[in-house]
């Protein structure tokens, strides 16, 4: 089973949020929404959860029913005039399920978020981390096909945030049910999803899987989102880029901003390939974790690239290569 | 913040206004009530008023109208004034605008005002009653239906929640849209109906604002005299008018009586409030601390 | 009241008024500035402001709704005033709901209703003021 949007156009006020998103998301899978804030990824989000109905378009699943996400919200919204206990069983209670059932269905489940002790605690006795359990455990217990997550991670801190994700991963795997989250961070999303759409100014600019993302951006928008990468203005003769550090072949995505894309990892190298770039002086090196964050001049322009050799010295020049053929937008 | 000394400091004006205005005229209604009031030589000090009151039986019944009349028209207010907030949360743009001023109009006028288009429009002689004679749809100014000044108070009722309404409107307006968060939208994510939605998040939520809602209509519909002695009937009096009778009724020996009752009508009205804040604050616990 | 000798006099109606009206006052106020806590004070005096720079520059203007709210509710509070102007202000001190009711009780409508137009006019057209006076600068809404 797969869940399908058709052209959703969303308008709010006469601005169009939301410009013709089609998209297919698959059963049992984790996708990211990724994308910058004020992008439309809330507002997509609440028409998968059926909050809001798009001004045109359609959200439907192949199996004929209509699905309906169950959202984890970004302010987490837990009931605040109910106990964690009533806000985990509102969804079974509005269902009128037995009290045995709900009474035993919430203790599992918060056993497994481990927030059993929390049961009588109200929301704003609860710190971040444990108001996001209790929304996660809210949602959980109505056993969702389709779980939606807005920005779920963005307020805990790194550790709180690498536990949650592996968590949320177990879940899945153990429910088998299709998650969708947005965030605006990228690790976050290549960490925790299968696929990645990119949604920038309406409009999902690219899907795929986190590596096809990140070493194949399409377009100049999502390279620009994903940063990490220098972009050097010049003029396109034919084939040929031609500008103050680099001429030679390329490879052209879309010729309106002629410009090439140096991302700092992945396409610089000093190993000789069929491709020499330029010639270039070591200005800085910065330490980042494994790598090194060089500072290159070439001629007066400056441009950054990873690097994990550990050859380089401060003010001597080196020859540089493209790993492949480079690209410009 | 502010250190105790200089909070004391800070409130002094206030507290001096209050104890020579408030305080005074309570405690030395609560003494002349228990049969202190030098001016016609009455020292002792009794609770016979007290007990006179309460073995009256015209006392009684009219108190007991008087309690259920504030109840029915203070928690008609709330429950009408509840479903125009809600409906007017719900309505955007130019309407809401246009509506919002318009709730505001009768909480401007004072009470008389309204009276006196009441008796215009609905009495059995007013314009109502005249343009259904026009049309010949009633024979004479009898068939109307007495509306003013009659057995079930409607006139007052009606008088009261045209300006109880508004201010229930007003003052739940402000709590729903000073949540800036819409907890419906969550209650229907789960599965909620329209109703389960209402009645889980939004009635507790909002049971604050509307108790003391409640609580101030109730008081005023029970102490209120104005509107009562206007438009009420005769026979079946309401107790702020039973009590000015009393006390326009110049004989100054019925003084401690007449301070009797009202420091009853007072504690009355006052132990009720604390119960009812007393119920709404046990009905939020979430709200504390 | 009697014994203070303020009963029939200015002062007397005044007060009385004030009473009425500082229960609805410090509820709006209080209610306003229970929004925003004392944490922008906290910011103010932070930032080297003395108690009455910041009573004045932050204070006030964060408790403006308010203000606005408690203006108007205790003009219409005081304004509506009937009984406790007519025995304070021994009938000497006639407001408009005072001059209105007797009227309205002797069923004489058309002097009452004068008496209504102009009270109608005399309330709204200072609220109106005030309201428009006391926006010192319009939110505006970002889409």
Same mark, same amino acid.
């Given at each position: 089973?797969?869940?399908?949007?058709?052209?959703?156009?969303?308008?709010?006020?006469?601005?169009?949020?939301?410009?013709?998103?089609s998209?297919?998301i698959?059963?049992?899978?984790?996708l990211?929404?990724?994308?910058?804030?004020?992008?439309?990824?809330?507002t997509?989000?609440?028409?998968?959860?059926?909050?809001d109905?798009?001004?045109?378009?359609?959200?439907y699943?192949?199996?004929?029913?209509v699905p309906?996400g169950?959202?984890?919200?970004q302010?987490?919204?837990l009931?605040?005039?109910?106990?964690?206990?009533?806000?985990?069983?509102?969804?079974?209670?509005?269902?009128?399920?037995?009290?045995?059932?709900?009474?035993?269905?919430?203790?599992?489940?918060?056993k497994?978020?481990?927030?059993?002790?929390?049961?009588?605690?109200?929301?704003?006795?609860?710190?971040?981390?444990q108001?996001?359990?209790?929304s996660?455990?809210r949602?959980?217990?109505?056993q969702?096909?389709?779980?939606?997550?807005?920005?779920?991670?963005?307020?805990?801190?790194?550790?709180?945030?690498?536990?949650?994700l592996?968590?949320?991963?177990?879940?899945?795997e153990?429910?088998?049910?299709?998650?969708?989250?947005?965030t605006?961070?990228k690790?976050?999303?290549? @960490?925790?999803?299968? $696929?990645v759409? !990119?949604? +920038?100014?309406?409009?999902?600019? =690219?899907?795929?899987t986190? %590596?096809e993302?990140?070493?194949?951006?399409?377009s100049?928008?999502?390279a620009?989102?994903?940063?990490?990468?220098?972009?050097?203005?010049?003029?396109l003769?034919?084939n040929?880029?031609?500008?103050?550090i680099?001429r030679?072949?390329?490879?052209?995505k879309?010729?309106?901003?002629?410009?090439?894309?140096?991302?700092f990892?992945n396409?610089?190298?000093?190993d000789?390939?069929?491709?020499?770039?330029?010639?270039?002086?070591?200005?800085?090196?910065?330490?980042?974790?494994?790598e090194?964050?060089?500072? @290159?001049?070439i001629? $007066?322009?400056q !441009?950054? +690239?990873?690097s994990?050799?550990? =050859?380089?010295?401060?003010? %001597?020049?080196?020859?540089?290569?493209?790993?492949?053929?480079?690209?410009?937008? | 913040?502010?250190s105790?000394?200089?909070?004391?400091?800070?409130?002094?004006?206030f507290?001096?206004?209050?104890?020579?205005?408030?305080?005074n005229?309570?405690?030395?209604?609560?003494?002349?009530s228990?049969g202190?009031?030098?001016i016609?030589?009455l020292?002792?000090?009794?609770?016979?008023?007290?007990?006179?009151a309460?073995?009256?039986?015209?006392?009684?019944?009219i108190?007991?109208?008087?309690?259920?009349f504030?109840m029915?028209?203070?928690?008609f207010?709330?429950i009408?004034?509840?479903?125009?907030?809600l409906?007017?949360?719900?309505?955007?743009?130019?309407?809401k605008?246009?509506?919002?001023?318009f709730?505001?109009?009768?909480?401007?006028?004072?009470h008389?005002?309204?009276?006196?288009?009441l008796?215009?429009?609905?009495?059995?002689?007013?314009?109502?009653?005249g343009?259904?004679?026009?049309?010949?749809?009633?024979?004479?100014?009898n068939?109307?239906?007495?509306?003013?000044?009659?057995p079930?108070?409607i006139?007052?009722?009606?008088t009261?929640?045209?300006?109880?309404?508004?201010?229930?409107?007003?003052?739940?307006?402000?709590?729903?849209?000073?949540?800036?968060?819409d907890?419906?939208?969550?209650?229907?994510?789960?599965?909620a109906?329209?109703?389960?939605?209402?009645?889980?998040?939004?009635?507790?939520?909002?049971?604050?604002?509307?108790?003391n809602?409640?609580?101030i209509?109730?008081?005023f519909?029970?102490g209120?005299?104005?509107v009562?002695f206007?438009?009420?009937?005769q026979?079946k009096?309401?107790?702020p008018?039973?009590?000015?009778?009393f006390?326009?009724?110049?004989?100054?020996t019925?003084?401690?009586?007449?301070?009797?009752?009202n420091?009853?009508?007072?504690?009355?009205?006052?132990?009720?409030?604390?119960?009812?804040l007393?119920?709404?604050?046990?009905?939020?616990?979430?709200?504390?601390? | 009241m009697i014994?203070?000798g303020?009963?029939g006099?200015?002062f007397?109606?005044?007060?009385?008024?004030?009473?009425?009206?500082?229960?609805?006052?410090i509820?709006?106020?209080e209610?306003?500035?229970?929004?925003?806590?004392?944490?922008?004070?906290?910011?103010?005096?932070?930032?080297?402001?003395?108690?009455?720079?910041?009573?004045?520059?932050?204070t006030?203007?964060?408790?403006?709704?308010?203000?606005?709210?408690?203006?108007?509710?205790t003009?219409?509070?005081?304004?509506t005033q009937?009984?406790?102007?007519?025995?304070?202000?021994?009938?000497?001190y006639?407001?408009?709901?005072?001059?209105?009711?007797?009227?309205?009780?002797?069923g004489?409508?058309?002097?009452a209703?004068?008496?209504?137009?102009?009270?109608l006019?005399?309330?709204?057209?200072?609220?109106?003021?005030i309201?428009?006076v006391?926006?010192?600068?319009?939110?505006?809404?970002?889409s």
């Amino acid at each position: 089973m797969s869940y399908y949007l058709e052209a959703i156009n969303q308008e709010k006020n006469h601005r169009r949020i939301l410009k013709n998103i089609s998209l297919e998301i698959n059963d049992n899978s984790i996708l990211a929404i990724l994308g910058p804030s004020g992008g439309g990824k809330t507002t997509l989000l609440n028409i998968l959860a059926r909050i809001d109905q798009p001004s045109y378009g359609k959200f439907y699943s192949s199996d004929n029913i209509v699905p309906k996400g169950i959202m984890i919200f970004q302010d987490y919204r837990l009931f605040p005039n109910m106990t964690v206990f009533q806000n985990i069983a509102f969804g079974l209670r509005v269902k009128k399920k037995s009290r045995s059932l709900i009474n035993i269905r919430c203790q599992k489940i918060m056993k497994t978020m481990d927030i059993a002790d929390l049961a009588e605690y109200y929301p704003h006795e609860l710190s971040g981390g444990q108001q996001q359990r209790v929304s996660l455990a809210r949602a959980m217990i109505l056993q969702p096909k389709l779980l939606l997550m807005d920005e779920p991670f963005s307020s805990l801190d790194e550790n709180l945030r690498l536990e949650m994700l592996n968590f949320v991963k177990k879940i899945q795997e153990k429910f088998k049910m299709t998650i969708v989250f947005v965030t605006h961070f990228k690790t976050e999303a290549y @960490l925790l999803s299968n $696929q990645v759409a !990119i949604l +920038i100014d309406g409009q999902i600019m =690219q899907k795929g899987t986190p %590596k096809e993302i990140e070493t194949h951006p399409e377009s100049f928008a999502v390279a620009k989102f994903l940063g990490q990468a220098n972009f050097i203005p010049g003029e396109l003769d034919e084939n040929c880029f031609i500008s103050s550090i680099y001429r030679g072949p390329v490879e052209i995505k879309s010729d309106s901003r002629q410009l090439l894309y140096i991302p700092f990892s992945n396409l610089i190298t000093v190993d000789k390939t069929d491709y020499f770039a330029f010639e270039a002086v070591v200005k800085e090196i910065n330490w980042i974790v494994n790598e090194n964050r060089l500072v @290159l001049n070439i001629d $007066q322009v400056q !441009i950054q +690239i990873n690097s994990n050799s550990s =050859q380089f010295k401060i003010g %001597k020049s080196y020859k540089f290569y493209f790993k492949q053929l480079p690209v410009v937008f | 913040m502010a250190s105790k000394r200089k909070l004391v400091l800070l409130l002094t004006p206030f507290c001096i206004f209050f104890c020579l205005f408030f305080l005074n005229a309570f405690l030395k209604s609560i003494i002349t009530s228990l049969g202190y009031y030098p001016i016609v030589k009455l020292r002792k000090i009794t609770l016979d008023y007290y007990l006179s009151a309460f073995s009256d039986p015209s006392f009684i019944t009219i108190s007991l109208r008087t309690f259920i009349f504030s109840m029915i028209s203070a928690a008609f207010a709330c429950i009408i004034g509840l479903f125009l907030a809600l409906c007017l949360q719900r309505t955007t743009g130019i309407w809401k605008k246009v509506f919002t001023r318009f709730t505001q109009i009768p909480v401007m006028l004072p009470h008389v005002f309204i009276v006196l288009a009441l008796l215009q429009l609905i009495s059995q002689t007013g314009i109502i009653s005249g343009i259904l004679l026009k049309l010949g749809w009633i024979s004479s100014s009898n068939q109307f239906p007495l509306l003013v000044n009659d057995p079930w108070q409607i006139g007052v009722v009606i008088t009261y929640l045209w300006k109880e309404i508004p201010f229930v409107v007003v003052s739940l307006i402000l709590v729903l849209s000073s949540m800036k968060i819409d907890y419906r939208d969550v209650a229907f994510n789960l599965g909620a109906s329209k109703f389960q939605a209402f009645c889980k998040v939004t009635l507790p939520l909002i049971q604050t604002s509307l108790i003391n809602a409640f609580i101030i209509n109730f008081s005023f519909n029970f102490g209120s005299y104005e509107v009562p002695f206007l438009l009420g009937n005769q026979q079946k009096e309401l107790l702020p008018v039973y009590i000015y009778n009393f006390y326009v009724q110049g004989d100054i020996t019925k003084m401690p009586l007449v301070m009797a009752l009202n420091v009853i009508l007072s504690v009355f009205s006052i132990i009720f409030a604390l119960i009812l804040l007393k119920i709404s604050k046990s009905l939020s616990k979430w709200n504390q601390g | 009241m009697i014994k203070y000798g303020i009963n029939g006099s200015y002062f007397g109606v005044v007060s009385v008024h004030c009473m009425f009206c500082l229960p609805y006052a410090i509820k709006l106020l209080e209610d306003n500035l229970a929004l925003y806590g004392d944490k922008y004070e906290g910011v103010s005096t932070n930032l080297g402001a003395n108690w009455w720079q910041t009573f004045i520059r932050v204070t006030l203007p964060l408790s403006k709704n308010g203000l606005k709210g408690a203006i108007l509710m205790t003009y219409i509070v005081s304004m509506t005033q009937y009984l406790a102007t007519l025995m304070i202000g021994d009938g000497k001190y006639l407001t408009l709901s005072v001059r209105m009711f007797p009227f309205t009780q002797a069923g004489r409508y058309k002097i009452a209703a004068i008496y209504a137009i102009t009270f109608l006019i005399v309330t709204i057209i200072p609220l109106y003021i005030i309201e428009k006076v006391l926006i010192f600068r319009r939110g505006r809404h970002l889409s």
